[in-house]
C-alpha cells in the first residue's frame, strides 16, 4: 500500500492514535503551509515550527474530527494556522493599544496584512460563502483546481471561475486606497 493510500485510510477512519502517528508523515507539507501562511503576514510573531505545532496540537485536541482525504486535511489544517495567526495579530493589536510606548513601530512593507486578509475573506463570505472557501483553499492550503473541487463538490471549472471572482473582489478590497 502506497504512503498516500495509508494516510487516506487513516484519515477515513478516524482513529486517535493513528492520527498521532501521521503527524510526522504529514508534517513537511504541513510547514510548507505554515511557510506560505507566514508569507500573508507582516510582522512574522509566530516561527513556521510553532505555527506548525500549534496547529497539529489543536488536531490532536479535536479527535471527534474525520478527512476523507489528504485534501480535506490540509485545508483543516491551512485554516487552523490561518486562525491561530489571526488570534495572534489580534492580541499584539491589542498590546499595542494597552502600551503603546513600549512597542516597536512596525517598518512599512508590501507584505500583505493578516488582518486586513482576513477582513476581506469575511466579506467575501457575507457575498457568496464558496467563492471565500475556494479563495481560502487555494491561498492558504495551496490546493490545485481539482483538489478544491473534490472538496467542495464542485467541477474543477467552476473552481477556476470562482477564483478569478474572489481573487478580483480580494484584490480591491485590499487595494490601498489612493
Not at 492550503?141 to 474572489?166: C, F, H
Amino acid at each position: 500500500m502506497t504512503t498516500e493510500a495509508r494516510i487516506s485510510e487513516i484519515l477515513a477512519d478516524g482513529d486517535p492514535v493513528a492520527m498521532d502517528a501521521l503527524i510526522p508523515q504529514v508534517y513537511a507539507t504541513l510547514r510548507q503551509l505554515a511557510h506560505r501562511q507566514r508569507a500573508y503576514e507582516a510582522a512574522h510573531t509566530l516561527q513556521t515550527t510553532a505555527l506548525v505545532n500549534e496547529a497539529c496540537l489543536k488536531l490532536l485536541d479535536s479527535s471527534d474530527i474525520t478527512f476523507a482525504d489528504q485534501a480535506h486535511l490540509y485545508a483543516y489544517m491551512s485554516r487552523t494556522m490561518r486562525h491561530l495567526l489571526i488570534d495572534r495579530a489580534r492580541r499584539k493589536m491589542a498590546q499595542k493599544r494597552q502600551a503603546p510606548e513600549m512597542t516597536e513601530g512596525v517598518s512599512p512593507s508590501n507584505i500583505i496584512d493578516v488582518l486586513a486578509l482576513d477582513e476581506a475573506l469575511t466579506k467575501l463570505a457575507a457575498l457568496d460563502e464558496r467563492l471565500a472557501r475556494v479563495a481560502e483553499l487555494r491561498l492558504f492550503a495551496e490546493l490545485s483546481s481539482p483538489e478544491i473541487a473534490d472538496a467542495i463538490g464542485v467541477n474543477a471549472r467552476t473552481v477556476e471561475r470562482d477564483w478569478l471572482k474572489a481573487r478580483t473582489f480580494l484584490a480591491a478590497c485590499l487595494a490601498p486606497e489612493v
